[in-house]
Nanobody, 120 residues
C-alpha cells in the first residue's frame, strides 16, 4: 500500500520560511518522480514543483521560481520543499505526489496534504 505523509506545514508571517517534508512508503521510491501541488481556498489544484527520480531534473511553477526549492533524499524515501520569502498568496493545502515521471504526477499517488498559512 502506497503512503505519502506530508509534514512541516503551519502558520508563518509573510517573508518567512517553511520546509515541507513528505515520507513515502510502499513504492519503488528511488525510481519515482516526486512533486508538490497546492490548492488554495476556492481554487483548483496547482502544480508547484517536481523532481526526477535521481534529482537531476527539477521544474517549478513560475509563481514560486527563485523562492521554493525541491529536493529529495532517496536514502530516506523523503522529498522536501523549502519555501522562502513566503507570500499570502502561497496560503494553501500542499500535497505531495509520486509517479513514474514528472509529467504524470497529477495522476499519480497523492498524500493527504498539509496546511500552509501565510499571514500578511
Amino acid at each position: 500500500q502506497v503512503q505519502l505523509v506530508e509534514s512541516g506545514g503551519g502558520l508563518v508571517q509573510a517573508g518567512g520560511s517553511l520546509r515541507l517534508s513528505c515520507a513515502a512508503s510502499g513504492l519503488p521510491y528511488s525510481s519515482y518522480a516526486m512533486g508538490w501541488f497546492r490548492q488554495a481556498p476556492g481554487k483548483e489544484h496547482e502544480f508547484v514543483a517536481g523532481i526526477s527520480w535521481g534529482g537531476g531534473t527539477t521544474y517549478y511553477a513560475d509563481s514560486v521560481k527563485g523562492r521554493f526549492t525541491i529536493s529529495r533524499d532517496n536514502a530516506k524515501n523523503t522529498v522536501y520543499l523549502q519555501m522562502n520569502s513566503l507570500k499570502s498568496e502561497d496560503t494553501a493545502v500542499y500535497y505531495c505526489a509520486a509517479a513514474p515521471q514528472i509529467g504524470t504526477l497529477a495522476s499519480g499517488y497523492w498524500g493527504q496534504g498539509t496546511q500552509v498559512t501565510v499571514s500578511s
